[in-house]
T-cell receptor, first 109, second 113 residues
Framework: SQQGEEDPQALSIQEGENATMNCSYK?????LQWYRQNSGRGLVHLIL?????REKHSGRLRVTLDTSKKSSSLLITASRAADTASYFC?????????FGQGTRLTINP | EAQVTQNPRYLITVTGKKLTVTCSQN?????MSWYRQDPGLGLRQIYY???????DKGDVPEGYKVSRKEKRNFPLILESPSPNQTSLYFC????????????FGQGTRLTVV
């Protein structure tokens, strides 16, 4: 059962530009998480935002959560080549985290 | 350093030859799980464990077994691997099943020929 859906599926931007990825989900949640995956490697936790929070920052990352629209966005500012990766949103399921299909972000030099 | 260690990283095996992928975490987490990742299908949970000696099926458990004899270890066992189990496998651990950060291993790329 898929809870989160990321949009777009792929995004290619120039280094230094900002990148925005969106996640929509279907059922009520108490938190939403974002993860990054470099090619073929394990997922790395980026940020967790709780349902009573609207916005959260971590370095160059900004995450928003709109529970009325059941959506979240991840903004990466001043992108770098090292930000090239896939980004996943994840929401709590019955007995697990449920991941979306991810957004593949490419930062061009 | 907090980490989840999986071994091996890469494995090529033949159909029917039993194999075990090991997973160990050093954070004293109660919850551990196994996922497989396939193109177009995303991450799918195979099995999970809420604590020692407590395991349960995820979304795609067929062809897999797990055990949780100690809190830190959660091996994934393929008794008779088949080509459709060729995939990228991840072990993960966390304090609980979905409300805290999950730590992932580096992955095991398995090819069954």
């Amino acid at each position: 059962s898929q809870q989160g859906e990321e949009d777009p599926q792929a995004l290619s931007i120039q280094e230094g530009e900002n990148a925005t990825m969106n996640c929509s989900y279907k059922t009520s949640i108490n938190n939403l998480q974002w993860y990054r995956q470099n090619s073929g490697r394990g997922l790395v936790h980026l940020i967790l935002i709780r349902s009573n929070e609207r916005e959260k920052h971590s370095g160059r990352l900004r995450v928003t959560l709109d529970t009325s629209k059941k959506s979240s966005s991840l903004l990466i500012t001043a992108s770098r080549a090292a930000d090239t990766a896939s980004y996943f949103c994840a929401t709590p399921g019955a007995q697990k985290l449920v991941f979306g299909q991810g957004t593949r972000l490419t930062i061009n030099p | 350093e907090a980490q989840v260690t999986q071994n091996p990283r890469y494995l090529i095996t033949v159909t029917g030859k039993k194999l075990t992928v090991t997973c160990s975490q050093n954070m004293n987490h109660e919850y551990m799980s196994w996922y497989r990742q396939d193109p177009g299908l995303g991450l799918r949970q195979i099995y999970y464990s809420m604590n020692v000696e407590v395991t349960d099926k995820g979304d795609v458990p067929e062809g897999y077994k797990v055990s949780r004899k100690e809190k830190r270890n959660f091996p994934l066992i393929l008794e008779s691997p088949s080509p459709n189990q060729t995939s990228l496998y991840f072990c993960a651990s966390s304090w609980n099943r979905g409300n805290t950060e999950a730590f992932f291993g580096q992955g095991t790329r398995l090819t069954v020929v």
